[in-house]
């Protein structure tokens, strides 16, 4: 899958939108059996990309990886192993961005019964790599926090919690709000602002639910500016410039196949506005910053 980025977050975004054509049922009940092995593969997209003004959309960095996973039940949890496969990755940050590089390490992820992690076997921190990376302070700063191998393990376990937040032996109503209250007191590392069921729907021949997370950070994603300036030689220019905090939007979509509630497909999608600012020479540069992920199950 050799897609560029030109076009692909609004690509993305449009195909999110069609989910309703492949919907046959407005409800059903969610009763899952996890079985006690099973074995799939993992086809990742990432991909970051900037906007300036009104001209065309700036290719940042691209990232595909193949990964196998393999599950199977413990002694009052579950094994989940993860092997890569294959890794191609281009553009600025191909060599610096954490939660893209832990994708070449080997990883066993130990889970309780409820399939949250309880430990992960594998995984060590980046710090010593990213530490000798050229860039800016503030620049190494989000990269070396997101490299922390205690907010990594949180981020797995808030991984496995969202795709286990599909209330289970209820009706379920397709397009129709999901209760969040509960979710967001065991989640340490976002709060979802609302959710939404979108309803059944066929991946790859499993009949999946799919349904989605909406949620805010209030940053200006310094990584994406920084690709900005050195995704092109014409925007180095603008590493002189300064900007301010801004509300970042973002969704996780969440499928998990209808009778085991194994994952089918993730993808997270995060955008925001920001200005580039130049004081001493009042100068503006209207900036839009996207974010695009997926992961699709096989």
Not at 262 to 274: W, Y
Not at 276 to 293: D, F, G, N, T, V
Request: aromatic letters at 12%; a positive charge.
């Amino acid at each position: 899958m050799n897609m560029g980025s030109h076009g692909i977050v609004r690509f993305a975004l449009s195909a999110f939108a069609g989910l309703s054509f492949w919907q046959c049922e407005r409800t059903v009940v969610f009763a899952p059996k996890v079985p006690d092995s099973a074995h799939f593969r993992d086809f990742h997209l990432g991909t970051y990309s900037t906007k300036y003004d009104e001209d065309k959309e700036i290719e940042g960095t691209i990232f595909q990886t193949t990964l196998s996973f393999d599950l199977k039940k413990e002694s009052g949890g579950w094994l989940w192993h993860r092997k890569l496969d294959t890794l191609i990755a281009r553009g600025y940050h191909k060599l610096s961005m954490p939660h893209e590089l832990e994708r070449k390490v080997d990883l066993d992820f130990h889970m309780d019964a409820s399939m949250i992690p309880i430990r992960i076997n594998g995984y060590d921190s980046l710090k010593a790599v990213l530490g000798r990376i050229q860039q800016k302070e503030e620049f190494k700063k989000v990269l070396l926090q997101s490299s922390d191998t205690a907010h990594y393990r949180a981020e797995w376990r808030d991984w496995w919690r969202m795709n286990n937040a599909l209330p289970k032996g209820v009706k379920l109503e397709a397009k129709k709000a999901l209760p969040v209250t509960e979710l967001n007191k065991s989640l340490e590392t976002v709060k979802v602002d609302s959710a939404r069921f979108d309803g059944p729907r066929p991946r790859l021949k499993r009949t999946c639910l799919d349904f989605t997370l909406y949620y805010h950070r209030t940053d200006s994603l310094a990584l994406l500016v920084e690709q900005f300036f050195f995704s092109g030689t014409q925007n180095r220019k603008y590493r002189k410039y300064s900007w301010k905090p801004t509300v970042v939007q973002g969704f996780l979509q969440y499928s998990v196949e209808r009778s085991t509630g194994l994952p089918c497909f993730q993808s997270k999608t995060e955008m925001a506005d920001i200005t580039l600012e130049y004081k001493p020479e009042k100068a503006e540069a209207p900036i839009h910053l996207y974010r695009y992920e997926e992961d699709i199950y096989e």
